[in-house]
Structures are given as C-alpha cells and as structure tokens.
C-alpha cells in the first residue's frame, strides 16, 4: 500500500496534477521508500540525484506554471514569478546533478589520490562486477578479462576528467549540451561493463532542456539568471548546499540522503580479487544458478554482496535460511544454497581469461 501510495504521488508530480501537494509529498514519500530499500543493504546511490531533485522542487512554489496538467487546467493564467525566480529553481536542480558527479571525482582523488586512474584499479573494479551475481548479466567477462590495462588506463583518466569538470555545466551554455549527454554514454558504458543500470542518470539531461518552450504560454528568462532581480533565499540555498557537498566530500559522509558519492574509489586489493557465484540444488542434487531478487525483489541491484562478504558465517546462515523459505513459498523444490567463492590475482595475471581460481565453497542447507 505504501509503495503504491508513493508511485500515485511520484506520477502525479512528474504530470504536474494538484501539484501544490503532490510534489511535496512525492518528494517526502520517495525519500522513505529509499530509506526503507536501504536498511536491507547499504546506501546505495541509485536514485538519489531524483529525490534530491525531488526536495528542491518541494520548495518551489511554482514548479507546475508551465508544462503540466494544472497550467493545461487553469481559466486565468496564475501570477508569474519573476524570471530570476524560476531561472534560480533551475539552476538549483542543475547544482544538484554537477555536485553529485563532481562529488564522485572529487572522492576518487580524496580516497585513492590523483593515481586512481591506473588501469590495474578500473579492470579490478569492472571484473569484480560483471563476474559476480549482478542484475544485468551480458556475457562479456571474457572479452573484459582480455582488454589490455591500457586501455582501463584511458577509461580511467577520462572518467576522472569527466567526473570532476562536470561543474563546468553551471558556467557555461556550451557545456550543458554536451557533458550531459556524455554522461548518458558514460552510464551505458557502466550499465554493459559493470552490470548497474543508472536509470535516473540516464534520464536526468533532461533537466538541462528548456521545457518552457513547450509550454502553451513560455515563461521569458527561464534559462537566464538576472543579478539584480535574484531571490535572495536561493542564492543562499544554493550556497548552502554546495557548503553541505563540500562538508560531506571532506569528511567522507554516507548519511542518508547525503552523501559524498564514494562509489569505486578506494584502492583496491589487486592480489585478492573475490567474486561469488549462487546456485540452488534441488531435491535430486541438481543445481542451477539462481538470482536472489527473485525472492526477495527488494535486494535488486545485488544489493546482498555486502552479505555474501560478511566474515560472520552466522549472518549468511541465517540469511539463506530465510531465502530457502521463501523460494520454496514461490516454487518449491530449493534443498540447499551453495555459494562458490573464486580468487583472482590481478597482477599477476592481468589477461587471465579463466579468470581466477575456486577458492572456497559454502552450502547452506537452511
């Protein structure tokens, strides 16, 4: 009932119906459902950038005059706020996009230092994903185990240059159309090389269109700022986010819904890369691979790896106990869970196409 109540609100919003309440509570409901999807696992950064969209939307008072059922609805055209008013929301949305993608730049540099480039790192990184159990799997580990670290090196320094200039999209109109449709490539790259679909960053260029075009009557100055007309409260609402960004990048903060996006940023353990393949046996003794959101839809995104991790046997016992009773309350005939751990060392063997060596093996009867 919650989540339906969250998906009527968030679709109300994005159509601009009532949007007086729909936006606010949209933006409120989105960020429990988010909450709720992360105490199963850990703050993952999927679908962030939409809820802290979501908030600065909440706290405009007229994010619905143009493009949106209640414009369409209206006999008498409301008041229009000022240009600077609507010009400064829009930016506000674009700090939001450029914090977070600077952000993760800026915690690569901060946590592994202006070396993380080395290919060494990235193929560590792609490898331990696309080998593991991921939601989208494309059968590409083999051609990926063969790409030379060269060529991870490019990836790497573009990935760097990119993530870290994409502020320069707040400064300049030339940026803003190109560098977000770079990062849509950039995403499809990681959605076929590591598995994770970034939907939301695939769709969020949008908010660098001037929709106001389309509406049936254009608002003047939507993608100027003017000085002299300035809301005073945005400039300080934007200041005041870009200090909490910098704040969090500092000091490494992961508090939902803040974050200082540090996703692939450490420096890896080149000599102990670890992936783990699932399967299920059945009552005869066969096994099948299997994939765990199936039973358990909330864990999507191999949200579970932290679990498959966990040196405490207990926690994994008593995790794949309640997965049998599940999967034997949807289909029936799971028996066990085994869970094959293999080993690659990365440096030693950069172009090994096996890759890796079974190291362990764990059945779990449940």
Same mark, same amino acid.
């Given at each position: *009932?919650?989540?339906?109540?969250?998906?009527?609100?968030?679709? %109300? $919003?994005?159509?601009?119906?009532?949007?007086?309440?729909?936006?606010?509570?949209?933006?409120?409901?989105?960020?429990?459902?988010?909450?709720?999807?992360?105490?199963?696992s850990h703050l993952f950064h999927t679908c962030l950038v939409p809820i802290q969209i979501a908030i600065v939307l909440a706290l405009s008072r007229r994010s619905a005059d143009a493009l949106s059922i209640d414009s369409l609805r209206a006999r008498v055209?409301?008041?229009?706020?000022?240009?600077?008013?609507? *010009?400064?929301?829009?930016?506000?949305?674009?700090?939001?996009? %450029? $914090?977070?993608?600077?952000s993760a730049g800026l915690s690569k540099i901060c946590n592994c230092g202006f070396d993380w480039w080395h290919g060494e790192n990235l193929k560590y990184y792609v490898m331990t994903d696309t080998l593991g159990p991921m939601q989208f799997e494309w059968g590409l580990e083999r051609f990926l185990a063969s790409v030379p670290l060269a060529v991870f090196s490019a990836i790497g320094i573009l990935t760097l240059l990119f993530e870290t200039g994409y502020f320069v999209v707040l400064l300049s109109r030339r940026a803003r159309r190109v560098i977000p449709f770079v990062a849509i490539l950039f995403h499809l790259g990681v959605l076929f090389c590591h598995g994770i679909l970034f939907f939301d960053l695939l769709l969020i260029p949008a908010v660098f269109v001037d929709w106001s075009r389309f509406a049936k009557e254009p608002l003047t100055a939507s993608s100027q700022l003017s000085v002299q007309q300035s809301d005073v409260r945005w400039h300080r609402a934007c200041a005041l986010f870009?200090?909490?960004?910098?704040?969090?990048?500092?000091?490494?903060?992961?508090?939902?819904?803040?974050?200082?996006?540090?996703?692939?940023?450490?420096?890896?353990?080149?000599?102990?890369?670890?992936?783990?393949?699932?399967?299920?046996?059945?009552?005869?003794?066969?096994?099948?691979?299997?994939?765990i959101t199936d039973f358990v839809p909330a864990l999507a995104d191999t949200r579970y790896r932290n679990i498959l991790r966990d040196r405490e046997e207990e926690t994994r016992r008593d995790f794949f106990a309640e997965l049998k009773r599940r999967a034997n309350q949807s289909s029936g005939g799971v028996t066990a869970?085994?869970?094959e751990t293999y080993r690659w060392d990365l440096l030693k063997a950069p172009e090994d196409q096996g890759p890796g060596k079974l190291w362990h093996t764990e059945r779990f009867d449940g």
């Amino acid at each position: *009932a919650f989540k339906l109540i969250t998906v009527a609100s968030l679709c %109300a $919003a994005l159509l601009g119906f009532a949007s007086s309440w729909s936006i606010p509570l949209a933006a409120i409901l989105a960020l429990i459902h988010g909450g709720l999807l992360r105490e199963y696992s850990h703050l993952f950064h999927t679908c962030l950038v939409p809820i802290q969209i979501a908030i600065v939307l909440a706290l405009s008072r007229r994010s619905a005059d143009a493009l949106s059922i209640d414009s369409l609805r209206a006999r008498v055209k409301p008041p229009q706020q000022t240009g600077s008013g609507y *010009a400064w929301t829009r930016y506000f949305c674009w700090i939001v996009v %450029a $914090a977070a993608y600077t952000s993760a730049g800026l915690s690569k540099i901060c946590n592994c230092g202006f070396d993380w480039w080395h290919g060494e790192n990235l193929k560590y990184y792609v490898m331990t994903d696309t080998l593991g159990p991921m939601q989208f799997e494309w059968g590409l580990e083999r051609f990926l185990a063969s790409v030379p670290l060269a060529v991870f090196s490019a990836i790497g320094i573009l990935t760097l240059l990119f993530e870290t200039g994409y502020f320069v999209v707040l400064l300049s109109r030339r940026a803003r159309r190109v560098i977000p449709f770079v990062a849509i490539l950039f995403h499809l790259g990681v959605l076929f090389c590591h598995g994770i679909l970034f939907f939301d960053l695939l769709l969020i260029p949008a908010v660098f269109v001037d929709w106001s075009r389309f509406a049936k009557e254009p608002l003047t100055a939507s993608s100027q700022l003017s000085v002299q007309q300035s809301d005073v409260r945005w400039h300080r609402a934007c200041a005041l986010f870009l200090i909490l960004i910098g704040v969090s990048v500092g000091t490494r903060t992961e508090w939902y819904p803040i974050t200082s996006w540090q996703m692939y940023s450490t420096r890896p353990n080149l000599d102990e890369l670890t992936y783990h393949k699932i399967f299920a046996i059945d009552a005869e003794g066969r096994r099948r691979p299997v994939d765990i959101t199936d039973f358990v839809p909330a864990l999507a995104d191999t949200r579970y790896r932290n679990i498959l991790r966990d040196r405490e046997e207990e926690t994994r016992r008593d995790f794949f106990a309640e997965l049998k009773r599940r999967a034997n309350q949807s289909s029936g005939g799971v028996t066990a869970f085994v869970v094959e751990t293999y080993r690659w060392d990365l440096l030693k063997a950069p172009e090994d196409q096996g890759p890796g060596k079974l190291w362990h093996t764990e059945r779990f009867d449940g």
